[in-house]
């Protein structure tokens, strides 16, 4: 896939901020499968700071690979605020310090659960902080423009939880 110059610009940005912090990236993917760590790797210098991505795009795999309660999803479906416990999961497999998880609907339909086409939450965090938590209803603008905002929004909150990791609330 070719990346909008936005896109690898403001992951270029985010690696830069990274390298100064000391801070090394993963990624824990659903609807945007592994997109945001394709875009992080197009930078020069990311083999030091991006250790890799989860792609976890079944319940069964956020399970398996990430260790979201199998109960939680059950109970509340792969697309809400709480799944984007992805990115607990990817720091607790990973040595990186920063984490990034994208869980939503990118159409062309709505998901098994009925959340609908450009539903999207994203987490971040940053080990020994809180979680930012986003969520956003892109709506029905197609598959990659949805796909596209929720990267850009994630590289967004990578770069604030970088910047100052002080409290954070959800964001809505």
């Given at each position: 896939m070719s990346?909008?110059?936005a896109l690898v610009d403001a992951a270029s940005d985010v690696l830069a901020l990274a390298r100064i912090r000391g801070l090394s990236i993963v990624t824990a993917e659903s609807c945007t499968s592994?997109?945001?760590a394709s875009v992080l790797s197009e930078s020069p210098g990311a083999a030091e700071l991006l250790?890799?991505?989860f792609v976890t795009y079944t319940k069964q795999n956020k399970t398996t690979a990430l260790g979201v309660p199998e109960e939680l999803l059950q109970r509340e479906g792969a697309v809400n605020a709480e799944v984007p416990a992805l990115e607990e999961g990817a720091l607790e497999r990973s040595p990186a310090e920063l984490a990034a998880a994208i869980t939503?609907?990118?159409g062309p339909s709505p998901d098994e659960d009925g959340n609908p086409v450009g539903l999207v939450f994203i987490a971040v965090a940053r080990r020994g902080f809180p979680t930012a938590?986003?969520?956003r209803d892109y709506g029905n603008i197609g598959r990659d423009a949805v796909r596209e905002s929720a990267i850009a929004?994630?590289?967004a909150a990578l770069s604030r939880v970088a910047r100052v990791c002080?409290?954070?609330a959800r964001v809505r």
């Open positions: 990346f909008k110059p592994g997109l945001l250790h890799g991505g939503g609907v990118a938590y986003l969520a929004d994630a590289l002080r409290s954070y």
